[in-house]
């Protein structure tokens, strides 16, 4: 790859490629009038990151925030590429190529705008490599889950916003994707893996599962249907998601029009608005995970007033009045190795509850991971638990 040499190359023009072949740069001709323009404006030599602050800071502008995108994303053009072709070489067995890994990262361009600060010590192109390979790795650790999963296993594991973008982008009607959302809910409550190792190679229902299904569906519909169909149309939510979360590659740097008027970011897609219906989910999911959040509340609160009084003492002298383990024996009159123990047991204790009423509500199998994490998690809702302000 030749490096660009003028201003007004690095942020007007855009690698070519063809079928995994890097052919040159390609010329945007409104990007490049537009840098001759501004550049025409000042007096004197200015740098390339004078540049790369000029646009960053106009990307918000509701006039010019489009055009200041398109140079950005050609400016980051060499730094979107090494990030390709490092991670090229690390997965040099995948059935992606330089240009995919290219188009992956470089379609992601936003999340770099998104999550970089011009006030701190980074440089925008460093930062701009981290999130390519980033989002590149992501995509393929994704893909490869999507790829492995039976149809069961991704109906299990996808959201259900996710299942209505789906379905939403399968073009279907109001009524046949609210029937599907409908018989998929059905199949997540009534399917539940019993071995959290084999959900991926997931096989499907069997028939009393199926029946289940169809009793819990019709139970919901004004239109009673058979489990047959209800398996159809499972397998058809299955395809969705599928080709959702694994689409083809469409170039952004396929250029339109005439030769003498290309325009290398034309395809471009804008921000995406989420439809009404997604906007429900979400907020659908929001108050669940709400109400989850009290629930598990609850639980929580439930189990403290279970414990022993002593062990009740200590937690409040060590929580709320900030005690040392040594204060507490001191005051208890207990030794030091029993307010220790004592602690690590109350611990454990609400631990275990909070994991009980997990795999009773939740279906969640809980792992060391998940028991690691939820302690870490455990310690700071004692800390807000006894001290409220």
């Given at each position: 790859m030749h490096p660009r040499k003028s201003i007004i190359e690095i942020f007007s023009t855009f690698l070519e490629f063809a079928s995994d072949r890097l052919i040159g740069w390609a010329k945007d001709a409104r990007l490049y009038r537009s840098m001759q323009n501004v550049i025409k404006q000042t007096p004197q030599e200015i740098s390339e990151n004078f540049w790369v602050m000029y646009w960053y800071n106009l990307l918000h502008d509701t006039e010019?925030?489009?055009?200041?995108?398109?140079h950005l994303i050609a400016y980051l053009q060499e730094s979107c590429y090494w990030s390709a072709q490092k991670t090229s070489a690390s997965f040099a067995g995948s059935q992606y190529k330089l240009a995919d890994f290219f188009q992956i990262a470089i379609a992601q361009v936003h999340k770099v705008f998104k999550g970089f600060n011009s006030n701190g010590d980074f440089v925008l192109k460093n930062y701009a490599s981290t999130i390519f390979s980033s989002v590149i790795r992501e995509t393929l650790r994704q893909?490869?889950?999507?790829?492995?999963?039976?149809d069961?296993?991704?109906?299990?594991?996808?959201?259900?916003?996710r299942l209505v973008e789906a379905l939403l982008d399968n073009g279907l009607s109001k009524d046949t994707m609210t029937a599907y959302v409908t018989a998929w809910n059905c199949f997540r409550s009534l399917y539940v893996p019993t071995s959290a190792s084999s959900t991926r190679q997931l096989l499907q229902p069997d028939q009393q599962t199926w029946e289940a299904i169809a009793i819990a569906y019709n139970s919901q519909s004004q239109t009673p249907v058979n489990p047959k169909t209800l398996e159809i149309w499972l397998l058809n939510c299955a395809k969705a998601a599928r080709t959702y979360l694994y689409p083809n590659f469409i170039s952004l740097n396929t250029p339109s029009g005439s030769e003498d008027t290309r325009n290398w970011l034309d395809n471009l897609p804008g921000d995406e608005q989420d439809s009404l219906l997604t906007q429900i989910i979400a907020q659908e999911e929001q108050q669940t995970r709400s109400t989850k959040q009290s629930e598990i509340k609850t639980v929580l609160v439930e189990a403290v007033a279970e414990l022993e009084p002593l062990v009740q003492e200590i937690l409040q002298l060590y929580y709320a009045q900030g005690l040392t383990q040594q204060q507490i024996a001191k005051q208890l009159q207990i030794q030091q190795y029993t307010v220790s123990r004592r602690l690590t047991k109350a611990r454990e204790s609400l631990l275990r509850s909070l994991a009980k009423w997990s795999q009773q509500q939740l279906h969640i199998s809980v792992t060391s991971d998940i028991l690691k994490s939820t302690s870490?998690?455990?310690?700071?809702?004692?800390?807000?638990?006894?001290?409220?302000?």
């Open positions: 010019v925030g489009g055009l200041a995108q398109k893909r490869h889950e999507v790829d492995i999963c039976t069961w296993a991704l109906l299990r594991k996808v959201s259900q916003k870490a998690l455990m310690e700071e809702w004692l800390q807000a638990y006894y001290n409220p302000s």
